[in-house]
T-cell receptor, first 120, second 111 residues
Framework: GAVVSQHPSRVICKSGTSVKIECRSLDFQATTMFWYRQFPKKSLMLMATSNEGSKATYEQGVEKDKFLINHASLTLSTLTVTSAHPEDSSFYIC????????????????FGSGTQLSVL | QKEVEQDPGPLSVPEGAIVSLNCTYSNSAFQYFMWYRQYSRKGPELLMYTYSSGNKEDGRFTAQVDKSSKYISLFIRDSQPSDSATYLCAMGGNNFNKFYFGSGTKLNVKP
């Protein structure tokens, strides 16, 4: 199956610093990527939809100035948590939408391995 | 009403049992149906995907979609302790700009 690489897997930072998380599709072009947040024992919470070459679409209640998303290429989207605070500590996961193509006729969604962010 | 409903469990079964995991949904326009397995503090791993109705089998896993009932299932045969994880259903379609997820069912397979 397709591979989505997410880095870093774990980051610990001081309050007030910014943290960048990268999400790469390794063997397909992902015009659309998604960013999620997941609290312990809870399901995925969609934060935003990232479209290559255009502004991200944020879900209601998600601060776009706090969570900056850049999708500058067909294989890379980044999420920057700006001026992080302890309440931003969470597990962040990206996914990439694999649209139908000749060798894979049906649409699928592949996830990165997640990033555990801890803000001290 | 939520778009996708999934019993959160936990579901505890003995090793070797057949496991049945289910989701119901409300939007008849969904076309793609996927099942993911997620271990603690890891990203979800795509297990099975199905387009439209029907069954699909892959090893010990069988996915079923019944669009008339808006009901999807994942069956795990000969369950193993390594199958212990949270299983998420997801669905979407060409006319949707995002995917919709169930809340996940936590499965525990006891040795």
């Amino acid at each position: 199956g397709a591979v989505v690489s997410q880095h870093p897997s774990r980051v610990i930072c001081k309050s007030g610093t910014s943290v960048k998380i990268e999400c790469r599709s390794l063997d397909f072009q992902a015009t659309t990527m998604f960013w999620y947040r997941q609290f312990p024992k809870k399901s995925l919470m969609l934060m935003a939809t990232s479209n290559e070459g255009s502004k991200a679409t944020y879900e209601q209640g998600v601060e776009k100035d706090k969570f900056l998303i850049n999708h500058a290429s067909l294989t890379l989207s980044t999420l920057t948590v700006t001026s992080a605070h302890p309440e931003d500590s969470s597990f962040y996961i990206c996914s990439a939408r694999d649209y139908p193509r000749p060798d894979s006729p049906h649409e699928k969604l592949f996830f990165g391995s997640g990033t555990q962010l801890s803000v001290l | 009403q939520k778009e996708v409903e999934q019993d959160p469990g936990p579901l505890s079964v003995p090793e070797g049992a057949i496991v049945s995991l289910n989701c119901t949904y409300s939007n008849s326009a969904f076309q793609y149906f996927m099942w993911y397995r997620q271990y603690s503090r890891k990203g979800p791993e795509l297990l099975m995907y199905t387009y439209s109705s029907g069954n699909k089998e892959d090893g010990r896993f069988t996915a079923q979609v019944d669009k008339s009932s808006k009901y999807i299932s994942l069956f795990i045969r000969d369950s193993q302790p390594s199958d212990s994880a949270t299983y998420l259903c997801a669905m979407g379609g060409n006319n949707f700009n995002k995917f919709y997820f169930g809340s996940g069912t936590k499965l525990n397979v006891k040795p």
